[in-house]
């Protein structure tokens, strides 16, 4: 049964810095491109950020040189470094890997991770 957990989520100031992270199960993170995605309360679903296996990455506009996504093939997970936040940022992360050409997730959603942004 594939698996994702997501975690690292919380409250934090406009401009600030959070590490998300994301347990995955050993083959899926192998052989799939993952991603970040995030919902927002009234909002679809949206890919934030990707990373291929070979570690080529993709990111959003709304989120370029402001995210870095990375993966630790050792540890199966995968991780999303949040800095300079902005309230607009504030949603529900998930990960998943990336089923094409759609872009949306492959496996069932874990329960993701909250993210606010607010002064």
């Known amino acids: 049964q594939v698996q994702l957990v997501e975690s690292g989520g919380g409250l934090v100031q406009p401009g600030g810095s959070l590490r998300l992270s994301c347990a995955v199960s050993g083959t899926i993170f192998r052989v799939n491109v993952m991603a970040w995605y995030r919902q927002a309360p009234g909002k679809q679903r949206e890919l934030v950020a990707r990373?291929?296996?070979?570690?080529?990455?993709a990111y959003a506009d709304s989120v370029k040189g402001r995210f870095s996504i990375s993966g630790d093939n050792a540890k199966n997970t995968v991780y999303l470094q949040m800095n300079s936040l902005k309230p607009e940022d504030t949603a529900v992360y998930y990960c998943?890997?990336?089923?094409?050409?759609?872009?949306?997730?492959?496996?069932?959603w874990g329960q993701g991770t909250q993210v606010t942004v607010s002064s």
């Open positions: 998943n890997a990336v089923r094409f050409p759609s872009y949306s997730g492959t496996y069932p």
């Open positions: 990373i291929s296996t070979g570690g080529t990455t």
